[in-house]
């Protein structure tokens, strides 16, 4: 099932996460984030994904290892967690938690990715 929000659409598929970004998420980039050299500016994800997190059970990190999932910096999305009344992350009572990251994340930035093909893929962890 394929949800849209104000810049990107998420759809789960087998063993992952489909992202792609609509129009107004490439006029958010080229307006606010796009820097000197066609390079696009590390905090754009985090723009692309301010409607995910108020709207959905989605959350972005840039460094999914710093949320304490595995031994790696990719960025990850997770689904199904929150956070605790202490401020800690879980899952404690959701069935159907995952976890989705960008493989690729050493060899290329996926907003670079998502921006120029109109697409990007997370795997499910």
Do not use: Q, W
């Not at 929000?5 to 759809?11: D, R």
């Not at 980039?29 to 709207?55: Q, T």
């Amino acid at each position: 099932m394929k949800e849209d929000f104000n810049y990107i659409s998420l759809e789960k598929v087998d063993a992952g996460l489909i992202i792609t970004i609509n129009k107004d998420g490439i006029e958010e980039i080229d307006d606010s984030y796009m820097e000197l050299g066609g390079h696009i500016h590390y905090n754009a994800a985090y723009e692309l994904f301010d409607g995910v997190r108020g709207n959905s059970e989605y959350k972005y990190f840039d460094d999914i290892g710093d949320a304490g999932f595995g031994l790696t910096s990719a960025p990850g999305i997770t689904e199904g967690y929150y956070y605790d009344d202490n401020g800690y992350l879980t899952d404690k009572g959701n069935d159907n938690s995952k976890v989705y990251y960008y493989d690729k994340y050493m060899i290329t930035s996926f907003v670079d990715e998502l921006y120029h093909t109109g697409k990007v893929f997370f795997n499910e962890a």
